[in-house]
């Protein structure tokens, strides 16, 4: 038996939520969660990005569950975790890659965010979380393991990050609220804080080059994040390895946060 023959998710159900195309981090942690053994089901956000998953999961099967989410509709979340429930009968696994701030709130003065810009960011990054949480609860009947991903922004200054700062400072304090009501089910909640990734949602973001250079210079590793090593924490954060680890943002930035200069 060779050592990729490890499964430690095998038998595992999953979803995840936030694949838009082969860049995604999404992506990097569902193909790490099937390595490892798990079962997925994905949603999409609109019909424009239907194909990009169609053709990637179907890598997985053609039997591969995709359905539709926008993640601010609650009828749509609804309908998502009733067909889990159908197909899977259980969930042990939710991966939640999802964010988004209108773009003109990522370029300007943070203290230009109007109020629905600040409203939106919130509701796609931090909000949805609790929404898919609350509904995965009653599925993850042997307990399970929930997902998602942050940024350094929430904690300093980035300049540009903006809003999305907030609603990741939002999203990581909602990990710890989460962790503390669904301990006692052995579920548990934790956030991977990914250094920068060149992802569809990175790309387009003035500077983002300079930024990858500046973590290459300055991050204790010297050196950028590959997609497969947040794989590989997503599948430590899913496995009984991490089954006393619950509330936690682990950063998988090649050192930079520990940085003072
Ligand atoms: O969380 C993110 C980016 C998320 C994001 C990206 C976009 C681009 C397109 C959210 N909303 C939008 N809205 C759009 O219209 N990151 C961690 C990547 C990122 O984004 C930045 C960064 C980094 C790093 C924006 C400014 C400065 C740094």
Redesign the pocket.
Known sequence: MGIMDFKPLSGKLGVVFGVANKHSIAWAIAQAWHDAGAKLAFTYQGERLKENIEELAGAFGADTLLMPCDVTHDEDLDAVFARLKESFGRLDLLLHSV?????E??EGRFLDTSREAFRV?HDV?AYSLVAMARRATPLMTQGGSMVT?T?Y?SVKV?????V?GVA?AALEASVRYLAHDLGPKKIRVNAIS?G??N?L?????S??TL?LKHYEEHAPLRRNVEPSELGATGVFLASDGAAAVTGQVLYVDCGYEVMGM
């Open positions: 964010a988004f701030a209108p773009r709130a990522l960011a990054s991903m940024y922004g980035v300049p540009h990050y903006n999305m990741k990914s920068p990734m992802t949602a990175a790309r387009g973001i500077g983002f930024m």
